[in-house]
Structure formats: C-alpha cells, structure tokens
C-alpha cells in the first residue's frame, strides 16, 4: 500500500496526559491536569437551554447546511461584529483547530510566520498542508520589520499560547496595517479573548477594515463548550471565502446541527446569555486568583513577563515538568513551544491556570 507520509505526530500533550491518568489510578491520589487546555473551574449552566431544543426537529435530524446555520452565522455577526459584517463572510468550523487547518490549506504562501512561543500544533498542521512554520521574536517586529513578510502569512494569537501575553489593541491595529501594506495575510488566531472581553468589544469590528485578515474563533474557551467542536472563520476576502466553503463542503459537510443549535441559543436566548456570563465571571475570578498567587510565589518565568502579567488560562512558571510532577501537577515543558534554546525558558512549563482557587493554592503550596 502506497500512502502519503506527511511528518506529522500525534501531539505529544496528549501522551502527557494519559500518563499523568495512569499515575493518578496506580497511585490512587489526585493529581491537577493543568497540561490541558481547558476551563475547568466551573461547567456553563445548560439546564435552561437544552430543553429548549427540539430532537425531533428537521434541524436536527437532517443535514445541517454546509456553511454553517444561517441563524448561527447571523448571532455570531451580532455577537463578534455588532451586526456589521454579513453571513457570506462567516463559516462554521469544527472548532478552532479544524478552521486553522482548512485556513493553512487555502491560503497559496510561501511560508507562514509565528510568534517565537507559539501552539505546537500550528506545526503539525502545516507540515501535513507542506507549508513551513517560520518565527518572529517579538510583536513590535511585525511593524518595524515588515517588509520581512511580504506576501507571506502571519499568525497573531492574543492572549498568546502558551505565554498568556497581550498586546494593547491599539498597537495590534497598527501592525495589521503595516502588513496589509506589504500584502501580508493575518491569521488572527483568537479563542481566548472573548473569555475575558465581552461586550462591548470592538475590536473585531475593526478588523473588517481589512481583506488581509482572517479570524479564527472557536467557542471552546470562551464559554467552555470543547465537546462541542463549533467554531467559525471569518474573512471579507471573496475568493478566500468561496474557496473554503468549497473545500469545507468536502471535508465536513456541514457541522453538527445540535452542536450549532445550543451555541446559538447560548449566544440568542436571555437564559443563554446569562449562563455565558455567569459561566465567564466565576471562570474568569478563579483565573485572576491564580495568576496573582503565581506572582506573589514568584512562579511566574520572570524572563518572559517581568512585570506584567499573563492574560488567558495559560501561564509560564519557573518550575520544571519533573519538579511539578514530584507534586502531582501536569503541566508541559516549554520545549513543546518554542525552539529558543535558552536554559531558563527550557527549564520552564506552561499550565493551564483555569482551576479553582482553593484547589490550585492547595498544590501549589506544596512547592
């Protein structure tokens, strides 16, 4: 059998995780698994919403429509860009890690460039697309340097995984308007924002100002629904936008219609509403509590923050993979994120800070 090798692994993160499961059930202690990313300090409230939702309906038994609900795409124009983009320019993905990959596979560039902390998987994926993954240092490269990515792809994902950093909005606007000058595509890669910024926020409705850039959104992190696999890709590119649905109707053929249904009711009803912004609030205090703990410790990686402070569930702490695991704490080494050989930043590891309070002081204080 002749197959396509394309050099791609599984992730690696993973693998940590079901060996942290096996010491937890061979051990029969609890162990924190802050190598996930995902929210755990509270579940949204669906008790209100999910009986609102018809099984036997057409919209759920028949195939959902290839480019997402209309009804969905239109919430998500309302919600994101207070009504001021249109459906045609809005996709349903599954989830955030399906719109990158279908993104990489349109996109015709020589390379695209990453933020020197950077998502493993943004590897991974375009290794299997055959596109390479090159790095840029800092934010304020972009701007002073941007001539560097003429014609290329630049990825911006703020808060930033795995460091937690955030760039003023200002600023980040300002970059985006060097690379448009310089015909760079911006894959604005944001699952994490809209967690911490609800309305009003308008900085999504600025980036409609650009045909250069393409948002990739999910709802996994913001109002804690990863099971769900529902996320969108938004672009005001035509051909961009024509291509993926093309490719989107071939690979998927229309996301989960329940998975669409319950987002949108989240996004639409007023119990859905205020289930997200419960949901957000608790999350959202626990994650502050953390983060402030870890600098009161001095845990955080002093090297990548110095006085400022992560933004996001993720953070860096000045702890190695081994030495948290001693404590019964998964976590990830930084090598899975960066390819800086530098001995402070390799002798740290990214956590996922979205845990209770009680329960993140009470490992941590073991340390």
Avoid at 161 to 188: C, F, H, M, R, Y
Avoid at 345 to 350: K, P
Wanted: one cysteine or more; charged letters at 25%; hydrophobic letters at 40%.
């Amino acid at each position: 059998m002749q197959i396509k090798i394309s050099g791609a692994t599984f992730s690696s993160i993973v693998g940590i995780g079901q060996d942290i499961k096996k010491m937890s059930i061979e051990s029969g202690h609890e162990y924190l698994y802050l190598n996930r990313g995902i929210n755990n300090v509270v579940k949204i409230d669906l008790s209100k919403i999910v009986p609102t939702i018809d099984f036997q309906s057409d919209e759920i038994q028949f195939y959902p429509p290839t480019l997402g609900r209309p009804e969905l795409r239109q919430a998500i124009n309302q919600e994101y860009f207070n009504g001021k983009s249109s459906l045609e320019n809005i996709l349903i993905s599954v989830g955030g890690m399906h719109a990158l990959s279908m993104i990489f596979s349109v996109l015709k560039v020589e390379k695209v460039f990453a933020y020197a902390y950077f998502w493993g998987s943004y590897d991974k994926i375009l290794k299997i697309e055959g596109t390479p993954l090159d790095f840029y240092n800092s934010v304020s490269e972009l701007k002073t340097n941007a001539e560097r990515f003429r014609n290329q792809a630049v990825i911006i994902c703020d808060p930033n995984n795995p460091t937690g950093e955030k760039d003023s909005d200002d600023e980040l606007i300002e970059i985006i308007e060097q690379l448009a000058k310089v015909n760079a595509v911006v894959i604005w890669d944001g699952p994490y924002r809209r967690l911490f910024y609800e309305n009003p926020d308008n900085l999504y409705q600025k980036l409609l100002s650009f045909d250069n850039v393409i948002i990739s959104e999910s709802f996994s992190k913001s109002i804690g629904l990863s099971g769900q696999r529902v996320g969108f890709i938004h672009s005001t590119n035509r051909q961009f936008i024509q291509e993926l649905g093309i490719r989107l109707l071939y690979s998927v053929n229309g996301v989960n219609a329940f998975s669409q249904l319950l987002i949108e009711k989240i996004l639409t009803s007023e119990a859905g509403k205020i289930a997200a912004t419960e949901y957000r609030k608790k999350t959202t205090e626990a994650i502050r509590k953390n983060i402030e703990y870890l600098q009161e410790k001095s845990f955080l990686l002093s090297k990548i923050y110095g006085n400022k402070l992560p933004v996001g569930i993720f953070a860096i702490v000045n702890k190695t993979f081994d030495e948290l695991l001693k404590h019964r704490i998964g976590s990830v080494p930084m090598n899975f994120f960066t390819r800086i050989k530098d001995p402070d930043i390799l002798n740290s590891s990214r956590i996922c800070v979205s845990i209770p309070n009680d329960k993140f002081i009470e490992f941590f204080g073991r340390l």
